[in-house]
């Protein structure tokens, strides 16, 4: 039995309204961002970006199996929300690097690099002390 959408189950022209809408939202949507793929394709592109083929085969299924076989229901809309928090996890990262880098890169045209970089990097290696 093939799998339903939700405008399956839409009477069609209430489906027909509703495809015209996302079409134009799409469409507005690409020419504000410059996209030449649906917003929402991208989204799920990135979202196998960061989780793996499995993040998007369970979008795609609207389930996830679990390890004793049962299946876990997964929306679309819970896919975008830990996309969000995997955006938020990325760019916190990338800052994080980024300052890293500048420490470095200005110890590096210090009179005394070690002292720089250490005093530079105090709160990196704070944060990494575990116990």
Known sequence: MKAKSFLDLMPEDERERAIERANRRINRQKASKGLDISPAIYDMCELGYFLGWDALLAVRRGFTMLPDGTKEPFTEQEAKII?????????????????????????????????????????????????
């Not at 530079?120 to 944060?127: A, I, L, P, V």
Request: hydrophobic share 35%.
């Open 83 to 131: 996309l969000e928090g995997v955006r938020k996890v990325w760019f916190t990262k990338l800052i994080e690097e980024s300052g890293g880098n500048m420490v470095a890169f200005g110890a590096a045209n210090s009179k005394s690099p070690g002292d720089a970089f250490n005093k530079g990097t105090k709160e990196f290696q704070e944060r990494a002390k575990i116990g």
